[in-house]
């Protein structure tokens, strides 16, 4: 099993980076936060997972070891492959994936493409009780920096203020950046205030 890399990126498309390697050319299909590593590095170590099936292998990328653990994870969830655990681990951080599944928030599953309802509610419903805790997640459903867009503030907070915007129009993406900007120490309604004048 090959786990970690570590090379120079010799090229980069849409499909994914080339890591040479003592010589040897590994194809890679990365996450975003991998592909902002490979840039402008003479070096880069980069995780990594070998997916093996019948008639192919195929060799993926990360950033980091935690985003290599939760695509893994994911793998464990019926219904989901590789291709779909990447574009989950591609479209939110790791930290941020986990702070929605101890929280039940399937609703940000959902916002990333190709992912319904159903897969989105299995992912947190296999995942909740597999899921490493993360640091500074309480109980009561706070959370402190470490836990993404959940941090400072209440989970229901956070979840009433989204709702909020987007039931005025925007995206799940959309009002989840706009609230990253505002103050998390506010009540919902201030939030949402904040978050429609931010620009």
């Given at each position: 099993?090959i786990?970690?890399?570590?090379?120079?990126?010799?090229?980069?498309?849409?499909?994914?980076?080339?890591?040479?390697?003592?010589?040897?050319?590994?194809?890679?299909?990365?996450?975003?936060?991998?592909?902002?590593?490979?840039?402008d590095?003479?070096?880069?170590?980069?995780?990594?997972?070998?997916?093996?099936?019948?008639?192919?292998?195929?060799?993926?990328?990360?950033?980091?070891?935690?985003?290599?653990?939760?695509?893994?994870?994911?793998?464990?969830?019926?219904?989901?492959?590789?291709?779909?655990?990447?574009?989950?681990?591609?479209?939110?951080?790791?930290?941020?994936?986990?702070?929605?599944?101890?929280?039940?928030?399937?609703?940000?599953?959902?916002?990333?493409?190709?992912?319904?309802?159903?897969?989105?509610?299995?992912?947190?419903?296999?995942?909740?009780e597999?899921?490493?805790?993360?640091?500074?997640?309480?109980?009561?459903?706070?959370?402190?920096?470490?836990?993404?867009?959940?941090?400072?503030?209440?989970?229901?907070?956070?979840?009433?203020?989204?709702?909020?915007?987007?039931?005025?129009?925007?995206?799940?993406?959309e009002?989840?950046?706009?609230?990253?900007?505002?103050?998390?120490?506010?009540?919902?309604?201030?939030?949402?205030?904040?978050?429609l004048?931010?620009?």
């Amino acid at each position: 099993m090959i786990r970690r890399l570590r090379g120079r990126c010799v090229a980069r498309d849409a499909d994914g980076i080339v890591l040479d390697v003592g010589g040897v050319g590994y194809f890679l299909q990365a996450t975003p936060s991998a592909f902002r590593k490979t840039e402008d590095a003479a070096e880069v170590v980069l995780e990594t997972h070998l997916h093996v099936r019948e008639d192919a292998l195929a060799l993926f990328g990360f950033a980091s070891a935690d985003e290599r653990r939760l695509f893994e994870q994911l793998l464990g969830v019926a219904g989901i492959g590789p291709k779909v655990a990447l574009a989950i681990v591609s479209a939110y951080g790791a930290r941020e994936l986990r702070g929605a599944i101890a929280a039940e928030d399937a609703a940000l599953f959902e916002s990333i493409p190709g992912i319904g309802r159903k897969l989105a509610q299995r992912v947190v419903l296999e995942l909740k009780e597999k899921i490493d805790a993360l640091p500074g997640w309480s109980e009561d459903g706070h959370a402190d920096d470490a836990a993404g867009p959940y941090a400072g503030r209440s989970a229901e907070g956070h979840f009433i203020a989204r709702d909020a915007l987007v039931e005025l129009g925007y995206t799940l993406a959309e009002a989840e950046q706009r609230l990253a900007l505002v103050d998390p120490g506010l009540d919902p309604a201030e939030r949402v205030r904040e978050a429609l004048a931010a620009a």
